[in-house]
């Protein structure tokens, strides 16, 4: 096999592999379409998801909703941690009583059952995964 033609299988492989990545789309920060919340800033959603506040804007009891497929790309679009970082955080808030976690859910149907059933619940999906009755507060970038 000659130079030509081992640089052209490199470069096919190359092309293919780097085709084979999937383009990670946005984080969307999503409530209930009915829950009168319009907007939350990037510090809102931090002081939130990080228990910081136990309030949304509206005064009632926030409800944050970790989803186990995209926690950790979430939060490291959010605070530029690792899932290690998150754990180890929460560890140390829940031994000193401080606060309780986001509670966790599996599927992303069960986060969408809980942010539709609950006006408090606030989650995040891929942007380009938002059901129409969520309405996004937040679009975080990878």
Known sequence: MN????????????ATLVAAVPASADIAVVVNAGSGIDRLTRSDVVNIFMGRYRKL?????????????????????LVDKDLAEINSYWARLVFSGEASPPQQIVSIGDVHQLVIQNMNALSYVDS?????DMHVVLTLSE
């Open 3 to 14: 130079r030509v033609q081992r640089l052209l299988i490199a470069s096919t492989l190359s």
């Open 57 to 77: 804007p509206t005064g009632n009891v926030a409800l944050p909703v970790d989803s186990s497929s995209l926690k950790a790309r979430f939060y490291r679009a």
């Open 128 to 132: 380009s995964q938002v059901p129409a």
